[in-house]
Each structure stands twice: as structure tokens, then as C-alpha cells.
């Protein structure tokens, strides 16, 4: 996600805002008991980042099964784990004012390539609303792996998108969100998901003086 992030994240421009550190926004996430964000500041860098902790978007059975169709009929598309993490990236250790826009991270596992060509857009439908994201940035590997059994390989893809802060918002209020990234299956948003992003807008709002 750190490799990703700073290709997708807008810089904001420059008001008169409250600005808080990163230890306040440290504090006032365990304050009020949020567990499933990451709030770090690399002092090396001067870079700070506020996000959601990648999140598993595929159940276990789901993932489970597609390993059982991969040793079953050999390489196929199906992905195995789906990772989501949403965040901004700042300079320095205080955020100066609320994000205008965020990073939306996918990290994709699967037996075969999903997004190296054709259709790596990101579509959301919520109530009545259509969004349609192409990725700003994109990265891959092939992953070696020999536990218990003969050798195996998968794939490891990651997109990130921009998204703004007011879409975001739009999304979380309605009442039925569906999604689908390039080719692959389409899915119903989960409210765990919006509740864990709720969270991490809440803290980045940054309220004016």
C-alpha cells in the first residue's frame, strides 16, 4: 500500500484549518476505540499516513474453494484473497486540513493474472448512482511457494484508485452498494466495510478555526 499510495493522492490546497499531529490522531482513534485504522509517521521520510487495515473482501470458504478449483483443474483466475485499504498520505507529521480525496487500495491473490490486460476499472453501484474509477497506479509479482507439497505459484496484483471524499460519503449512505473490479466477479459492499471507512473519515476530518 505504502508504494501505491503517493501516485494517487492529490495534494490539497492550503486554508486556514485546526491542524492536529499524528499522536492526536493516535490518540483520539484509541480514544474512541478505533481498532481497524493505521495512523503511522515515518520520521525518515516526513510522510504520515491515515488508513483503513487492509481488510479480506473474499470469505474462507470462497478462498478455500478456489485454492480446491486451482489443484483441480490447474491455473484459472480465481482469486484467492482480495485485500481493501483505504487512506491519504500527507507530508509531515500534521494533518492541516480534511482530505478532498483518498486512495482506494486492491491487493488481488489468484492462481493467474486478473488485471495484466483488459479491464481493470473499478465500478461501484449504490442506490440509484453509477461510478466508474480507473486505476492511477498498478503493480505485480509472482509468489514461490512450497508448504508441505510440491511447488506452487500465484499471483500477487495491486491497483490503487483516487476517489474524493465526497463520493465516498455518497457511497456510505446509501442503502445498497455493489461492486466490481475489471473482470472480476461482482460483489455486494459488506457494512463492516463501510463502518471500518466511516472511521477513518471521521478522524481525518479536521474541523475549521
Same mark, same amino acid.
Given at each position: 500500500? +505504502?508504494?501505491?499510495?503517493?501516485?494517487?493522492?492529490?495534494?490539497?490546497?492550503?486554508?486556514?484549518?485546526?491542524?492536529?499531529?499524528?499522536?492526536?490522531?493516535?490518540?483520539?482513534? +484509541?480514544?474512541? !476505540?478505533? #481498532? =481497524?485504522?493505521?495512523?503511522? /509517521? =515515518? +520520521?525518515?521520510? %516526513?510522510?504520515?499516513?491515515?488508513?483503513? !487495515? *487492509?481488510?479480506?473482501?473474499?470469505?474462507?470458504?470462497?478462498? &478455500?474453494?478456489?485454492?480446491?478449483?486451482? $489443484?483441480?483443474? &490447474?491455473?484459472? #483466475?480465481?482469486?484467492?484473497?482480495?485485500?481493501?485499504?483505504? $487512506? /491519504?498520505?500527507? !507530508? $509531515? %507529521? !500534521?494533518?492541516?486540513?480534511? *482530505?478532498?480525496? /483518498?486512495?482506494?487500495?486492491?491487493?488481488?491473490?489468484?492462481? =493467474?493474472?486478473?488485471?495484466? #490486460? &483488459? =479491464?481493470?476499472?473499478? /465500478?461501484?453501484?449504490?442506490?440509484?448512482? @453509477?461510478?466508474?474509477?480507473?486505476?492511477?497506479?498498478?503493480?505485480? %509479482?509472482?509468489?514461490?511457494?512450497?508448504?508441505? &507439497? *510440491?511447488?506452487?505459484?500465484?499471483?500477487?496484483?495491486?491497483? $490503487?484508485?483516487?476517489?474524493?471524499?465526497? %463520493?465516498?460519503? @455518497?457511497?456510505?449512505?446509501?442503502?445498497k452498494i455493489e461492486f466490481k473490479l475489471g473482470d472480476t466477479k461482482p460483489r455486494e459492499w459488506k457494512a463492516d466495510w463501510s463502518k471500518r471507512i466511516q472511521a477513518m473519515l471521521t478522524l481525518t476530518k479536521i474541523e475549521a478555526?
Amino acid at each position: 500500500m +505504502k508504494k501505491l499510495l503517493p501516485l494517487v493522492i492529490l495534494i490539497l490546497a492550503a486554508t486556514t484549518f485546526a491542524q492536529q499531529s499524528v499522536s492526536e490522531l493516535q490518540a483520539k482513534a +484509541k480514544s474512541s !476505540k478505533l #481498532k =481497524d485504522l493505521i495512523v503511522s /509517521y =515515518d +520520521k525518515f521520510k %516526513d510522510r504520515s499516513i491515515v488508513a483503513t !487495515k *487492509p481488510q479480506n473482501l473474499i470469505g474462507s470458504w470462497e478462498g &478455500g474453494m478456489a485454492i480446491f478449483a486451482t $489443484g483441480m483443474a &490447474g491455473p484459472n #483466475k480465481a482469486q484467492t484473497m482480495l485485500m481493501l485499504s483505504i $487512506g /491519504y498520505e500527507f !507530508k $509531515g %507529521d !500534521k494533518l492541516t486540513a480534511t *482530505p478532498e480525496n /483518498y486512495a482506494i487500495i486492491f491487493t488481488s491473490n489468484s492462481s =493467474d493474472w486478473n488485471f495484466l #490486460k &483488459g =479491464d481493470k476499472n473499478f /465500478y461501484i453501484l449504490f442506490d440509484e448512482s @453509477r461510478l466508474e474509477l480507473s486505476p492511477l497506479g498498478q503493480d505485480s %509479482d509472482i509468489l514461490w511457494s512450497r508448504i508441505g &507439497g *510440491p511447488m506452487s505459484v500465484s499471483v500477487k496484483e495491486t491497483l $490503487g484508485f483516487g476517489i474524493s471524499r465526497a %463520493d465516498l460519503e @455518497r457511497i456510505l449512505a446509501a442503502k445498497k452498494i455493489e461492486f466490481k473490479l475489471g473482470d472480476t466477479k461482482p460483489r455486494e459492499w459488506k457494512a463492516d466495510w463501510s463502518k471500518r471507512i466511516q472511521a477513518m473519515l471521521t478522524l481525518t476530518k479536521i474541523e475549521a478555526n
